[in-house]
């Protein structure tokens, strides 16, 4: 049972353009959302996260925006840069986990000159 | 400098071997987490461990065994009975144990660990 799903197991967007990955996700309990970054043959690394009492986070060029009625969020790259290209994968977890955290399958982000 | 490290970061096992990745925070962190990734799957929990002495399946803990007889340090054991072992395998710590404060969960990860079964 896919708890967090990223649909889309890949993107191309050209750079300057704005990138926007997104994540359902099924268990209602989930309180406490976050991006992280992958690159081949490396261990994530965390980008940005959301509470569920907020609807978006920003942190430079990423910004993140929860839909909590609909279960989804996503996160926006802009501008698109060659060095965003990577794996992203978005993860959940809830008050009573913390950082025990549900993974989804992954969006490969290509930025394109 | 602090960090997660893995080793070693490729490894190759025959089969019916038991085989032990290792995994060294200098974070002071108290809780740690094995990860298994195979491609189109995400990552999915092994074992973790929110104390020393201490540790809980997770996900996908058959056919592989751990220990946390010290804070600093969580070694995984692939054990023959694994069916499918070879993967990437990452391990993270966080300060935050499952169930302690506020919910922030951010994970540090190390670099990682490939097996391959021959």
């Known amino acids: 049972d896919q708890q967090v799903k990223q649909n889309s197991p890949s993107l191309s967007v050209q750079e300057g353009r704005i990138s926007i990955l997104n994540c359902d996700y099924t268990?209602?309990?989930?309180?406490?959302f976050l991006w992280y970054k992958k690159y081949p043959a490396e261990g994530p690394t965390f980008l940005i996260s959301?509470?569920?009492?907020?609807d978006k986070n920003e942190d430079g060029r990423f910004t993140v925006f929860l839909n909590k009625s609909a279960k989804h969020l996503s996160l926006h790259i802009v501008p698109s840069q060659p060095g965003d290209s990577a794996v992203y994968f978005c993860?959940?977890?809830?008050?009573?986990?913390?950082?025990?955290?549900?993974f989804g399958t992954g969006t490969r982000l290509q930025v394109t000159l | 400098d602090g960090g997660i490290t893995q080793s070693p970061k490729y490894l190759f096992r025959k089969e019916g071997q038991n085989v032990t990745l290792s995994c060294e925070q200098n974070?002071?962190?108290?809780?740690m987490y094995w990860y298994r990734q195979d491609p189109g799957q995400g990552l999915r929990l092994i074992y973790y461990?929110?104390?020393?002495?201490?540790?809980q399946k997770g996900d996908i803990a058959e056919g592989y065994s751990v220990s946390r007889e010290k804070k600093e340090s969580f070694p995984l054991t692939v054990t023959s009975a694994q069916k499918n072992p070879t993967a990437f395998y990452l391990c993270?710590?966080?300060?935050?144990?499952?169930?302690?404060?506020?919910?922030?969960?951010?994970?540090?990860f190390g670099e990682g660990s490939r097996l391959t079964v021959l």
């Open positions: 993270a710590s966080s300060t935050k144990r499952p169930g302690q404060g506020p919910n922030t969960g951010e994970l540090f």
């Open positions: 268990n209602s309990m989930f309180d406490y």
């Open positions: 959301i509470s569920s009492i907020k």
């Open positions: 993860a959940a977890s809830h008050t009573g986990t913390a950082s025990k955290l549900t």
């Open positions: 461990s929110q104390i020393v002495n201490d540790f």
């Open positions: 974070l002071n962190h108290d809780a």
